[in-house]
């Protein structure tokens, strides 16, 4: 998987900025899980995280930042849910958040 990113502004408008490829190494295994392009001269960091119970699909978690520190992109790890109690065979799964209909900010906060 590729994951590209696209950073616009002042340089993006004049013209095509250099951009530096970077590989998030699952540390499970110690091989290239994902690469991802940003800006030239900006560090980074990344990792692979698992996936949660109801969902196993590792997924990458990274930040890249300016070297003046001003600028920033992150990848955060997703939250799941399950949904769909009507569903033939349906079961909640732990770990996951029960989503049945609209949820406040305050209710999801609440949320294991």
């Not at 091989?31 to 996936?51: L, R, S, Y």
């Not at 001003?70 to 849910?81: D, G, H, I, K, T």
């Not at 799964?93 to 609440?110: D, H, I, K, P, T």
Request: hydrophobic share 45%; charged share 15%; aromatic share 10%.
């Amino acid at each position: 998987m590729v994951i590209a990113c696209v950073v616009t502004g002042a340089a993006g408008a004049a013209g095509a900025q250099a951009t530096s490829r970077m590989a998030i190494v699952d540390p499970a295994y110690g091989i290239t899980a994902f690469n991802i392009d940003i800006p030239a001269g900006w560090k980074f960091q990344g990792t692979v995280v698992p996936g949660p119970e109801c969902s196993r699909v590792p997924m990458p978690v990274f930040r890249a930042y300016s070297p003046d520190g001003l600028s920033e992109m992150r990848l955060l790890p997703a939250f799941n849910w399950t949904f769909h109690p009507a569903m033939k065979g349906f079961r909640p799964v732990s770990e996951c958040l029960n989503y049945s209909g609209r949820m406040s900010a305050e209710e999801f906060q609440r949320q294991p």
